[in-house]
């Protein structure tokens, strides 16, 4: 009878213990954060972010993306930036001085922004003036998401092709009216705005302090890497030290840091700047291997040295939140040099990559590859074609088989190349005239052995429209847990709470 | 020997003992279950690496970072120290160091007793110029230094030709200036020198 009692008790035990235990199996392993994980468990993802890695190609429109795609992998091949599942769009616009954010009454908006206020948008959160940082567009200093997430414990990085004290990086780590505003030191003209605060602040305030002095003074990237040396001088250097960051190069000196010197550092925080302006273009680098540029490391480089001092050391653990930005795609369509931005957009593609590696081997990274605007209106024409810049007139606009198609001021007759507009590819045949608005060729991997660049043979045709930003909307990619919120078409705005959310900073 | 009997009913007594260590195990795999819900692991921001030991759950800041302790105010606009350490000859106008002279050239240069003239290339980036900015000092005929004055330029991204050419078809990345003598040095001077303090592409 007792046997019989202890045999029962302990099999109706072990069935009633296997079901509590197989109830707490079916539960998720913790609340993570909103919307469902973008990336099966089995891909190593259980929706959690503990890292957010925000890759930024200023100036890369659409056209940026395709033409280095065809460029470097064919037509049938794919960026890794193009590889990620979620595949968004961005608008970029921002608004005039004074003005309220959308849906206010006094909302102005500005079609095609600059590259201060775009980083403003997905930095703040909010809608503000061309050359603004850190603040809306009534002048107010408001916080970045970068200074959100290291106040909560998170390391964070800044990395950059430009000067570090230039307009995207310098979005997340300072308040400032004017992003001219950059330092060595304080001028009224080009730190102060009274259209936007009436009266001159005094110089105390932040919002008119060189960008530089915020920068050393304030901690909030823990890994700053870049260009710029420049804006920064030996009382910089000191409270850089005093904040226990180490310092490549010499700020004092004014010695550049070295790739030899970025790949030697450790630590929880590391201050290298590589070049006393923006950094060089690859493109130089890799044709003059001798030359002292060619020791800067490229941003492929920043990035992974980025990445392992954010994720390991004294940082272990904490989680990070890490801006990389490619700098020189813009700078180099400001100037209309095709064969400078498909290597710029090429190394930005290169440090995309390796975010993405660490994020699949990481599981718990959301990446972000987006832009503040599209640049100069970079764009593919037919072989064998024009544009309108190398014509003699616009397009005929007239419908002869049906004249109520006809546009208002009629042109008949037009679209002819203008010889003196037109002398050749500018890579090829053309390059030695300053005003040749011809296309740059470029083969591609698509291409027959023995097709240059350069030449009309050449299946890639290339052409800028200005030698300004543009209005267009840009591509958003995404990876890892809450990327599918940016399916679909995105306002920048929406950007700083992506990053805030996946960081439960909001 | 004793044989177990499986057969029958069990005793009331025993069936009370089933049911209260059935519901302690199904107790127990709820909690387990409210562990895993709530237990913050290696990948969350709020547990510590081994070396640092517990720390809070992250709290969002809503305030910027506005204070910078220790940064002394500046009281004006930016001075040329190199300026104090040239003594030119008369009648030459000459360039003074300054922070960004690796990014632009300085052309032109003269004097010619009421003003100094000059024209800077920027030769470092392609894109606009947003702020520039030139610091003149004026030499009397011992070369002392006696004068000094400023040229500024600001982009004023809020007026309609602001990315246009300036008059005359100079590019935007080209700044030719001219700084007058201050009133207190009228009649003394007889050299300049000039460089360059801010400059700022966009």
């Not at chain 1, 072990?14 to 089995?42: D, E, K």
């Not at chain 1, 970025?262 to 130089?284: C, D, H, M």
């Not at chain 2, 032109?108 to 003239?117: I, N, Q």
Request: charged fraction near 20%; proline fraction near 6%.
């Amino acid at each position: 009878m007792r046997k019989r009692t202890t045999a029962a008790t302990a099999a109706f035990a072990v069935i009633a213990a296997t079901a509590g235990v197989a109830t707490a199996t079916a539960l998720p392993a913790t609340a993570g954060p909103s919307g469902p994980a973008a990336v099966t468990a089995a891909a190593g993802n259980d929706g959690r972010v503990k890292n957010v890695i925000y890759l930024l190609g200023d100036g890369m429109g659409r056209t940026h993306v395709d033409a280095a795609r065809l460029r470097y992998y064919g037509a049938a091949g794919r960026l890794a930036m193009e590889q990620m599942p979620v595949v968004g769009q961005n608008q970029t616009y921002s608004v005039e001085k004074n003005s309220g954010q959308p849906g206010a009454a006094d909302f102005k908006p500005n079609f095609v922004t600059d590259s201060a206020s775009a980083a403003t948008a997905w930095a703040s959160g909010v809608k503000t003036y061309n050359a603004a940082l850190g603040v809306d567009a009534k002048g107010t200093s408001v916080p970045t998401v970068m200074e959100m997430a290291k106040q909560a414990g998170y390391a964070t990085g800044n990395v950059s092709t430009a000067e570090i004290t230039d307009a995207t990086p310098a979005g997340q780590m300072s308040h400032a009216l004017a992003r001219g505003c950059q330092g060595p030191s304080y001028s009224a003209a080009s730190c102060q705005d009274t259209t936007v605060t009436g009266q001159p602040l005094p110089t105390t305030d932040v919002r008119v302090t060189p960008i530089a002095k915020q920068i050393a003074r304030n901690g909030t990237a823990d890994v700053i890497l870049g260009g710029g040396l420049s804006r920064f001088d030996g009382a910089d250097e000191q409270a850089l030290r005093e904040q226990g960051y180490q310092v490549l190069g010499s700020v004092a000196s004014q010695t550049v840091a070295t790739r030899t010197d970025l790949e030697k550092s450790s630590g929880a925080k590391v201050f290298g700047l590589f070049n006393r302006g923006n950094l060089t273009i690859e493109k130089f680098k890799r044709e003059n291997p001798s030359a002292p540029q060619a020791a800067e490391p490229s941003l492929p480089e920043m990035t992974s040295k980025a990445i392992s001092l954010l994720d390991g050391g004294k940082n272990a653990g904490n989680g990070f939140y890490l801006q990389v930005e490619g700098a020189l795609i813009d700078k180099r369509s400001h100037a209309n040099d095709a064969a400078q931005t498909l290597e710029e957009t090429k190394a930005f593609d290169d440090a995309v990559k390796v975010a993405l590696d660490f994020a699949k081997r990481d599981g718990h990274t959301l990446v972000i590859v987006t832009a503040d605007h599209e640049c100069a209106g970079f764009n593919i024409i037919e072989k064998g074609t024009f544009t309108n810049a190398e014509a003699a007139a616009p397009p005929t606009n007239v419908d002869s088989g049906n004249t109520a198609n006809n546009s208002s001021t009629v042109r008949a007759s037009g679209n002819t190349k203008d010889a003196t507009r037109s002398t050749g590819p500018i890579n090829g045949s053309g390059a030695g005239n300053t005003k040749n608005f011809a296309p740059a060729t470029f083969r591609t991997a698509d291409d027959p052995a023995g097709v240059q660049d350069g030449s009309t043979d050449a299946s890639l045709w290339l052409t800028y429209l200005s030698g300004n930003h543009t209005g267009a909307d840009v591509p958003v990619y995404g990876y890892g847990p809450g990327s599918q919120k940016l399916a679909g078409t995105i306002d920048n705005t929406d950007l700083f709470d992506i990053v805030g959310s996946a960081l439960r900073l909001s | 020997m004793t044989t177990i009997d499986a057969s029958g009913p069990l005793p009331r007594r025993a069936l009370r003992a089933l049911a209260a260590l059935g519901a302690l195990a199904v107790v127990f795999g709820i909690c387990l279950a409210a562990v895993r819900l709530t237990h913050h692991g290696p990948n969350d921001p709020s547990s510590s690496g081994a070396a640092q030991g517990a720390r809070p759950l992250p709290r969002a800041a809503a305030a910027p970072v506005t204070s910078l302790p220790g940064l002394a105010a500046p009281t004006g606009d930016p001075e040329l120290p190199s300026l104090a350490g040239l003594h030119p000859r008369r009648g030459a106008a000459v360039q003074a160091a300054g922070p960004f002279d690796d990014r632009l050239t300085l052309a032109d240069l003269r004097f010619d007793g009421k003003a100094v003239h000059a024209s800077a290339r920027v030769t470092s980036d392609v894109s606009d110029v947003l702020e520039f900015a030139s610091r003149a000092g004026f030499y009397d005929a011992s070369g002392r230094l006696v004068a000094t004055a400023t040229y500024t330029y600001h982009l004023d991204e809020e007026h309609p030709d602001a990315h246009a050419e300036t008059p005359g078809g100079i590019p935007s990345e080209v700044k030719v200036f001219s700084i007058a003598v201050p009133a207190e040095a009228r009649g003394s001077a007889v050299s300049a020198a000039v460089g360059v303090t801010v400059l700022v592409n966009e």
